[in-house]
């Protein structure tokens, strides 16, 4: 099975906190693949990163560790997931595998392995109306040009965002500005702007 292309860096957009690990993880469906540091959140479509034949052949849900994922980008041209375990090959050889973490409520049954906990609920924090004028918002650097590093494909010679307000504290939806590019979403979170 095989990636589409090269990989884009979701694991930036993971948490670097051990009290919540689930939030180290990205979670993989076959519909979405999905990562969050509770401040930023990149939601890729899996269709868009794996061919038809990995999606069919992997779980309906599981967890890769940020630092699992930040391997695979670096050496992968062919994925197989089986037995609960993703191999990775690169120029034809075999380069290592690691066990696929699954949800504490998506485990196999008779899953013995790693959970991870369960994965936010992240869509009840994607606002969806209620537009309003905004003036003034404070943004974080840092998050921004992490979230847009995991939006975008690392052969992607543009990336122009756009950015949907719906209010001064609430969640900034940020897609490519540019409809030729894959369907990728990101959300990031407001700074509080103090004078």
């Not at 979701?10 to 939030?23: E, F, K, Q, T």
């Not at 918002?137 to 543009?158: C, R």
Request: charged share 25%.
């Amino acid at each position: 099975m095989r990636t589409k292309k090269s990989l884009p860096k979701i694991h930036l957009a993971c948490a670097n906190d051990s009290l919540r690990p689930v939030m180290e993880h990205i979670l993989i469906t076959k519909d979405e693949i999905v990562a969050s540091d509770a401040h930023i959140i990149v939601i890729h479509k899996t269709e868009n990163i794996f061919d038809e034949e990995s999606i069919k052949a992997m779980p309906e849900r599981f967890l890769i560790h940020k630092n699992q994922w930040k391997e695979i980008c670096k050496n992968h041209d062919r994925l197989t997931f089986k037995n609960n375990q993703i191999i990775v090959n690169h120029n034809n050889t075999y380069n290592f595998c690691f066990d696929i973490s699954f949800e504490n409520d998506y485990a196999p049954k008779g899953y013995k392995g790693y959970y991870a906990g369960n994965f936010p609920d992240y869509k009840k924090v994607i606002p969806t109306k209620f537009k309003e004028s905004v003036y003034e918002i404070g943004l974080n650097p840092k998050l921004l040009k992490n979230l847009v590093d995991t939006m975008f494909f690392p052969y992607a010679e543009v990336k122009n965002i756009k950015f949907t307000f719906y209010g001064k504290d609430r969640a900034i939806i940020v897609e490519p500005a540019d409809s030729s590019v894959p369907t990728v979403k990101g959300l990031i979170m407001p700074v509080m702007i103090t004078i």
